[in-house]
């Protein structure tokens, strides 16, 4: 079908240039209710995205106008017709300033190795419950309610009328797993995502018995009292999230937007920093990682950049058309994310009164303002003698009142599309107590 | 004027008919739903514009079937081979299933779907046709709302203007059954950016409906409430954390309907216990002003249609009467499993993926007060307006409510005073139980421009709402 879509877009006097993206996904699903199997379910589809491009010159200005259309495997060629010349037009009124596609190079990316590219998938999803479920006795007083398996193989192509042509395949599998434990007066639970992109059967496990062990914790907890004016210590997911702040200071994109104002060589920490500085890079390649791939969305080749040093802007992460807007080389688009580890060992910064947060109904971190929060489902507070499991309440803070004075720790942790420091101590929190 | 089944469903029925018919000789129940959904998204901005296909859209099918215990389904999106596809279901249905038990898993058992004869169809209803519309009159419209924005005030340093138009179409065919229906809605989002002082603030509006192109209409008025709000941002405090009186404004009051009870009684989760709501059935657990509804044919809005994603007819649910939990919002497997009578909240993200019981159209009916009388009543709080996200936690009651900003009130008036963000939390009984007061339906306002998740996936799209309501909140 590309060949027929390809020829078409070639005959076409109103396609000045085009960009096509067909991903080609089989899946198997398992949905569980306790231990036992409710549904079943596979998918095999093929998506094709193409992209539009018509340059023109509006008083003098180069400017190129794209449109992007979604071309299902059962349209007629007439109808993919009508689609081109509908993206056309649309294209013709988009006024963005003039940029080149990408060019094929002579890169050759590595091959991402998963065990799920080998065998059944069956086979495979069957070992993901075995593992999962041979995990439910491990912890005395937690189990496991519920859980969804998915396995996707992908194969993607991109092909641009530029002279590009790349595939590579991708695979990747998520667990949504429910625990649930029951403390004096009533059930509890945790929900966790699990995301994967190679068959770990030891990740698989460990990460089983944290959760039952975090939600067993949730049944002991009492609700968060009033408090104030004591660090906090984020673990987990919401590292990664506190992070990504900092990942959207390299975004030429927003730069371009004038919605950020970084530039390479400022600090992006602002205020005297007395803590630990941010040091970063994006990554093509990370194990395990459902982000790893050597091209992005436009096919540019993808490798390791260094961004930011000791809170020092290095460079930003520009796909092709942001990098053209902002006259520099491009990075490509990049979704794996490593930050380097701080100065302080975690029992370091354990040390005195403060709250470490475990779960959240949801932390979020406003890239745009640096806000962040989130309502803690678990956490643990410790007075300086004492630790008491610790659930409800809330914690809001901004990211420039915060960064002045925060503490990384040497220890790393990885999760999907990150590696970076285990916890992280931040001050000048404010905390809904009961 | 009335939306159209897409020419391709059309064209397809037979087939897919022939195909239920001949996959019925080997399975007890056989359904197919389809859908071929059209949609355009534009977007502009001070530095680019776009134009693209709406995320909404898709063509593709999915098959269920009855493998003898429970349910299977597989998702596919080319009719080239139909043997392929028989050959597909039934390696999922029979193949994979003796795999699995071989593999010492169970099944758990779901009895057979027994439906009554039914043919139907429903075309939604719109004044000018969105489609028709040629793009570049929408993107200069955008392009001067934009403008309009970015006059506001020398802060603003963007002003972003999106417009969505999706025309749905699907048909759902079983032995039994033989659906169609077509709905069409149009959705818009402004957002105003502003920096001071280094320091970027930004808040939004949105507004949707089962609408054509008027909707643009609705949008020049729109550009002065939210130049108006992200300006006040700009020199916006920080809550101190504490227990405050609350008036919430109405997509706050609906961001609570749809956290607290919304999520909190799709039943679904009552099949895996995993929602409190479940054990309150019959009890109290708001105040006695609180009345909430949800349904397809509850309100006309995004959540509106004739059938599920299960084939299942829209109905409009009590959920809250005058304080007491009364009813849960049902898919179809799951009302099988509890024998209850699915609600026709059975939806899939598309036709890629599972169907859950969601909800569709979801608000706090109105009650007697005036938004004046509430203001007056309060000598301490806020009313707080707009909102970034929420999210639910059915199992243990908490809420969590990321709102755009809190206006004080102080003895009655306004003060001048701006809090932002503010972070509504608690306990949802608490909540809901302080409501003292609640407007009238002359303040209902319902809208529907994001999309829900459960927990982090499985998108829909639904409306929220409600009128003004008065209760005492937990902000931080």
Not at chain 1, 138 to 152: P, Q, Y
Not at chain 2, 231 to 256: F, H, M, N, Q, T
């Amino acid at each position: 079908m590309l060949k027929d879509i390809i020829k078409l877009l070639k005959n076409k006097t109103n396609v000045d240039e085009f960009k096509i993206t067909e991903t080609v996904t089989t899946s198997t699903e398992l949905f569980f209710i306790k231990d036992e199997l409710n549904l079943s379910r596979g998918k095999d589809v093929t998506h094709i995205n193409l992209t539009v491009y018509r340059n023109f010159e509006i008083e003098g200005k180069k400017l190129k106008g794209s449109s992007t259309t979604k071309i299902s495997p059962t349209m007629s060629i007439e109808e993919i017709s009508d689609k081109v010349d509908n993206a056309s037009l649309s294209a013709s009124f988009v006024n963005n300033e003039y940029y080149d596609l990408v060019e094929q190079t002579d890169d050759i990316p590595k091959e991402i190795k998963s065990k799920f590219s080998e065998g059944n998938v069956i086979e495979h999803i069957s070992n993901l419950v075995k593992d999962l479920f041979s995990e439910e006795n491990s912890v005395v007083g937690a189990s496991i309610n519920s859980c969804e398996f998915f396995i996707n193989q992908k194969h993607i192509r991109i092909v641009n009328s530029n002279g590009l042509d790349v595939e590579y395949k991708s695979y990747s599998g998520q667990i949504e797993l429910i625990t649930e434990a029951k403390s004096e007066t009533e059930e509890v639970e945790l929900f966790e995502v699990l995301d994967f992109s190679d068959y770990n059967t030891s990740w698989i496990k460990k990460s089983v018995k944290q959760a039952l062990i975090k939600t067993k914790l949730r049944a002991e907890a009492t609700p968060l009292k009033k408090i104030k004016d004591i660090p906090v210590i984020l673990t987990g997911e919401a590292v990664s999230t506190f992070f990504s702040y900092y990942a959207a200071k390299t975004s030429a994109q927003l730069v371009y937007q004038g919605i950020s104002q970084s530039k390479i060589g400022d600090m992006i920490q602002t205020g005297d920093i007395i803590g630990d500085k941010v040091t970063g890079s994006s990554i093509p390649e990370m194990e395990n990682s459902t982000y790893s791939r050597y091209y992005d969305s436009d096919g540019y080749f993808l490798k390791e950049v260094p961004m930011i040093k000791e809170g020092k802007l290095l460079r930003y992460l520009a796909n092709k058309r942001f990098a053209d807007y902002l006259n520099i080389e491009p990075t490509g688009a990049m979704r794996n994310i490593v930050i380097e580890g701080g100065s302080k060992s975690i029992q370091e910064l354990k040390k005195g009164p403060h709250l470490e947060l475990f779960n959240f109904s949801d932390f979020q971190m406003d890239v745009l303002t640096g806000n962040f929060g989130g309502e803690i489902r678990l956490g643990m507070y410790f007075d300086g003698e004492t630790s008491i499991p610790i659930t409800l309440g809330s914690i809001t803070g901004n990211a420039k009142k915060v960064e002045q004075e925060m503490y990384f720790s040497k220890k790393l942790q990885k999760l999907n599309g990150f590696i970076g420091p285990k916890i992280i101590k931040i001050k000048n929190v404010s905390m809904v107590g009961n | 004027m009335k939306a159209k089944l897409s020419e391709y469903l059309t064209n397809q029925k037979l087939k897919i008919k022939e195909l239920v018919a001949d996959l019925s000789k080997e399975f007890k129940y056989v359904s197919i739903l389809g859908a071929d959904t059209i949609g355009y998204t534009y977007g502009v901005s001070r530095t680019t514009s776009s134009v693209g296909d709406s995320s909404w859209s898709e063509r593709g099918f999915v098959i269920r079937v009855y493998n003898g215990i429970n349910y299977s389904e597989y998702s596919f999106n080319s009719l080239d081979n139909l043997e392929n596809i028989k050959s597909r279901i039934k390696e999922i249905s029979v193949s994979d299933i003796t795999i699995l038990k071989e593999k010492g898993i169970i099944l758990n058992k779901y009895p057979l779907i027994d439906e009554d004869e039914l043919t139907d169809e429903f075309y939604s209803e719109y004044d000018q046709d969105p489609f028709a519309v040629p793009s570049e009159e929408k993107l200069k419209r955008m392009t001067e709302l934009m403008n309009i924005g970015l006059q506001k005030d020398e802060h603003f340093i963007d002003f972003r203007v999106s417009y969505e138009e999706v025309k749905i179409s699907k048909i759902f065919i079983s032995t039994k059954k033989d659906l169609a229906q077509s709905i069409l809605y149009t959705n818009m989002s402004i957002v105003g950016i502003a920096r001071k002082d280094g320091n970027v603030k930004y808040d939004y509006t949105g507004f949707s409906g089962l609408i054509g192109f008027e909707i643009f209409n609705q949008a020049k008025d729109k550009i002065d409430i939210v130049a108006k709000s992200v300006i006040s941002l700009l020199d916006a405090k920080r809550v101190k954390p504490g227990e405050y009186e609350i008036i919430c404004d109405p997509s706050v009051s609906g961001l609570i309907a749809h956290e607290a009870f919304g999520h909190g009684v799709e039943m679904d989760m009552f099949v895996k216990n995993r929602a409190k709501g479940q054990e309150f059935i019959g009890k109290e657990v708001a105040s006695d002003k609180v009345n909430m509804r949800d349904g397809a044919k509850s309100a006309v809005e995004v959540g509106t249609y004739l059938f599920d994603d299960e084939g299942t007819l829209g109905t409009d649910t009590l959920i809250i009467e005058n304080s007491i939990l009364k009813s849960g919002i049902s898919d179809l497997l799951s009302a099988l499993k509890l024998g209850t009578v699915p609600t026709g909240n059975g939806r899939r993200e598309s036709f890629e993926r599972k169907a859950y019981a969601r909800m569709t159209n979801t608000f706090f009916e109105g009650g007697n007060d005036s938004l004046d009388d509430m203001v007056k009543s309060v000598k301490k709080g806020y009313i707080l307006e707009g909102y970034f996200s929420g999210m639910e936690d059915p199992k243990n009651w908490g809420i969590q409510c990321v709102i755009a900003k809190g206006r004080e009130i102080i003895d009655g008036k306004f003060t001048g005073v701006v809090v932002s963000p503010v972070l509504l939390t608690g306990y949802v009984p608490d909540l809901l139980k302080s409501i003292s007061m609640v407007s009238t339906n002359n303040d209902m306002e319902l809208s529907g421009t994001g999309a829900c998740g459960k927990g982090y996936k499985e998108w829909v799209k639904t409306s929220t709402g409600g009128t003004y309501i008065k209760a005492v909140g937990r902000l931080g």
